[in-house]
């Protein structure tokens, strides 16, 4: 592949992506209706839902009341609107990484990775930025499932930071009904919900973390293929064990993540209460 291809297709990529990146941080008010304000004006939004919230904390039944329901239903959309634009965006990523692999591959075959140390380098580079920027595709990507999954639970965090008397009083109602399991229908409904919101997190993260696991094996293996089955650590191998590193450590992260989303749907309700509590 000349660099004069692989300048085009980097370019058709990189334009592909700022459009998607574009999309998803304006685009998901305006698919998802509901008249909250777009980018950067939330303040129906959360109006909206201190209101419905209050409401709701004082129905003494775990029946949204459609003042909620339509919150609610509005995030659920906004969520579903992100999930979409991540999922292209992480689909483009893949093909970059990928055709960047076989590119990195075919130099490598052929010996061309020892005329110099700028390309391996740039190969390095390149490798690197693309693993991270599919890391953060996904994991917006799972941010944004459990979002339209769990969207009450997502909704609540909407609730200002600061409290007037009105709102605290609802959520010191919520938090005694947390701590007495069957006295509020209210509360009880929330922490169902909240531990599903922490199960879908700790799934998806599971099953990203197995996939980071192979991805990480195949790229270490692939350092034989660029060493010519040696497999000592050089020029030509160094893009292959850069990458497969920053995806071992990232896999490390997510599986940090995914043993603390268990924690929390095992215990919903402490850490239902202690999110309300500001801890």
């Not at 085009?8 to 592909?16: R, S």
Request: glycine share 10%; charged share 10%.
């Amino acid at each position: 592949m000349t660099s004069t291809s692989s300048g085009k297709w980097a370019g058709t990529y990189a334009g592909i992506l700022a459009v998607l990146g574009i999309a998803f941080v304006f685009a998901p008010a305006y698919l998802a209706g509901g008249h909250y304000g777009g980018y950067g004006d939330n303040t129906r939004l959360v109006q909206s839902m201190r209101n419905a919230f209050i409401d709701y904390s004082g129905s003494g039944s775990a029946v949204l009341p459609d003042s909620l329901r339509t919150v609610v239903d509005y995030w659920a959309r906004y969520h579903v609107a992100k999930a979409v634009i991540a999922a292209l965006a992480l689909l483009v990523l893949c093909s970059a990484c990928r055709r960047l692999w076989v590119s990195y591959q075919g130099r490598s075959s052929q010996g061309h990775l020892a005329e110099g140390r700028g390309r391996t380098v740039g190969y390095v580079v390149a490798g690197v930025a693309a693993s991270l920027g599919t890391v953060s595709a996904a994991a917006l990507l799972m941010a944004n499932i459990q979002g339209a999954i769990a969207p009450l639970s997502s909704a609540v965090s909407l609730l200002p930071a600061q409290r007037d008397s009105s709102l605290a009083g609802a959520i010191d109602a919520v938090r005694h009904g947390i701590a007495t399991p069957g006295a509020s229908p209210v509360a009880d409904h929330l922490v169902a919900d909240f531990a599903r919101y922490h199960v879908v997190v700790a799934v998806l993260s599971a099953v990203f973390v197995a996939i980071l696991g192979v991805l990480a094996v195949r790229l270490w293996r692939g350092r034989r293929a660029a060493s010519n089955g040696i497999g000592a650590l050089s020029y030509s191998t160094l893009p292959a064990t850069a990458t497969a590193a920053t995806t071992l450590t990232v896999a490390a992260a997510v599986l940090v993540l995914c043993v603390a989303n268990i924690s929390s749907a095992l215990e919903p309700a402490r850490a239902l209460s202690l999110f309300f509590a500001g801890g």
